[in-house]
């Protein structure tokens, strides 16, 4: 079935360094690719999507470009700050199916 | 603003007693989903329904119950028969693609059972 594998965390991080979040995905079709974020005690929000390769999804200094080749979504920011803290999820979705979800990775960045 | 509201965010119970966790959207999404989150865990899928009156077990239902009367609310119970209900509690909802264009998710509800 389909499954979506992101790298283990903590990431730690200090501030203004670059980030990356790697995710890599097994799906049947051409899924839709996203990265959701969790801030403490709080829901997910939806931070990018991409529904085709080559799609680049940005958002708040955060991108992901839909790598089909590689079958990657890998979450980059140039420089992070510590309001960045959080959880990073990334999920995929194919035709009329439910979300699948990674188990999630937590940023971790100091001043 | 449109939105999906989860309420109570706090909900403290004693151990053996039935509780009922409310979820609202007026987003006019056609389906909803309950997710559980333990501490450090990602998402474990509770319920789910595509449709008003009907709604699907999870990879982890034994022990909770839903309903689906209205397109907006989609309440979950906790009942006596969940064996360990301390947990953190997400409510989601999406279009009928089932996601394809995302879930928007509530700020979640904190159980905890003593």
């Known amino acids: 079935g389909d499954s979506v594998t992101q790298m283990e965390g903590p990431v730690t991080l200090s501030e203004e360094a670059f980030l990356t979040i790697n995710c890599t995905y097994t799906a049947t079709g051409y899924p839709s690719l996203f990265w959701y974020v969790q801030y403490p005690g709080e829901g997910l929000q939806l931070l990018l999507k991409?529904?085709?390769?080559?799609d680049k999804g940005s958002n708040k200094g955060f991108e992901a470009t839909y790598r089909k080749e590689t079958t990657s979504f890998h979450l980059e920011k140039g420089s992070v700050q510590v309001s960045d803290s959080a959880v990073y999820f990334c999920a995929l979705n194919t035709g009329f199916q439910k979300l699948v979800f990674g188990t999630g990775t937590r940023l971790l960045v100091s001043p | 603003d449109g939105g999906i509201t989860q309420s109570p965010k706090y909900l403290f119970r004693k151990e053996g007693q039935n509780v009922t966790l409310s979820c609202e959207q007026n987003l006019n999404h056609d389906a909803m989903y309950w997710y559980r989150q333990d501490p450090g865990q990602g998402l474990r899928l509770i319920y789910y329904?595509?449709?008003?009156?009907?709604?699907q077990k999870g990879d982890i239902a034994e022990g909770y119950s839903v309903s689906r009367e209205k397109k907006e609310s989609f309440p979950l119970t906790v009942t006596s028969a969940q064996k360990n209900p301390t947990a953190f509690y997400l409510c989601a909802s999406s279009l009928k693609d089932g996601g394809g264009n995302g879930y928007t998710f509530g700020s979640g509800t904190r159980l905890t059972v003593v």
């Open positions: 329904s595509q449709i008003v009156n009907d709604f």
């Open positions: 991409a529904t085709k390769a080559d």
